[in-house]
């Protein structure tokens, strides 16, 4: 039930466009692709969408046909499909790996009614290049001629890895030295150590003060007694205060001294470091080089 209202709303936010002439690309359904191409499908419909100037719808097709309850190889389930998206022109189609080779079963969909379905073999090897080899033949199916390259039209080479990162034209950034050396946490955790210290000391010394007060203290009557009592427990429980704290603190200070002390030696050494961003068909980010001397 959440499902179909999910698909419900994402068909209801597709309809809102202008219908004219609009043409809807449903998500390709991939199975048996290999781990490395596992984000082919998404870049095959993404680059057919931009070759017929279309938009990608938000969910599969079977999502549709299962929330409309028609079967998909009927004219009016494709009608009510196109007229869910408010498109004149929808396409759909699966990808199914066998071995080097991969097939890819097109359907187009005109109002009207036009029906055109066509099984196309792609052999690149990766992302990309499967998506340009099958607008380059997909192209003849919509009556588009793709553009041109050196490589042929339109098929790029398997050299033209979407996973291999492009640097920006942003220029590499050099890290000045001078910006390293001990950091906040380091000192953070020395004056937490040091105040830790203090606090534990001044529990101790009043324990000390407490156990005085005892030793002095008069046990004539049954209330001094009492008295006593309650005396040397506030002092048992402020000596184990003191000492937990005096403990914790002097530990945080060592950790944070050897922490400055091992940032102050790198930062004494003499090193650089280049940052370049890059981005790529996965996504972008930026990589560190590092060298000491």
């Excluded at 080097?100 to 005109?110: G, I, K, N, Q, T």
Aim: aromatic share 4%.
């Amino acid at each position: 039930m959440i499902r179909r209202v999910v698909v419900l709303a994402c068909l209801l936010v597709a309809s809102s466009a202008h219908a004219e002439d609009r043409t809807t690309v449903f998500p390709f359904t991939a199975t048996g692709m290999p781990a490395h191409l596992s984000g082919a499908s998404a870049a095959m419909t993404r680059a057919l969408a931009v070759m017929l100037g279309g938009e990608v719808a938000n969910v599969p097709i079977d999502d549709v046909t299962g929330l409309l309850s028609c079967n998909v190889e009927l004219t009016d389930c494709l009608e009510q499909i196109a007229g869910s998206v408010n498109a004149r022109m929808i396409v759909y189609g699966t990808i199914t790996a066998r071995g080097d080779r991969f097939e890819v079963d097109l359907v187009r969909f005109a109002i009207g009614p036009e029906r055109e379905q066509r099984k196309i073999v792609l052999t690149a090897r990766t992302e990309r290049a499967l998506a340009t080899e099958l607008v380059d033949k997909a192209g003849r199916m919509f009556g588009i001629t793709p553009a041109r390259t050196d490589d042929g039209p339109g098929v790029a080479s398997d050299d033209d890895s979407d996973t291999e990162p492009m640097p920006v034209t942003e220029p590499p950034r050099r890290l000045d030295s001078s910006q390293s050396g001990p950091t906040a946490g380091s000192y953070v955790l020395i004056g937490a150590g040091v105040i830790g210290l203090g606090v534990g000391t001044a529990f101790i010394v009043s324990a000390y003060a407490i156990q005085n007060d005892v030793e002095v203290a008069p046990t004539g009557t049954l209330g001094e007694l009492q008295a006593l009592a309650d005396l040397e427990d506030r002092g048992r429980t402020r000596m184990m205060l003191g000492i937990g704290l005096a403990s914790a603190g002097g530990i945080l200070a060592i950790v944070g001294i050897a922490r400055a002390a091992i940032e102050k030696r790198d930062q004494d050494a003499e090193r650089s470091a280049v940052v370049q961003p890059w981005i790529s068909g996965r996504g972008l980010g930026v990589a560190v080089s590092w060298r000491l001397r």
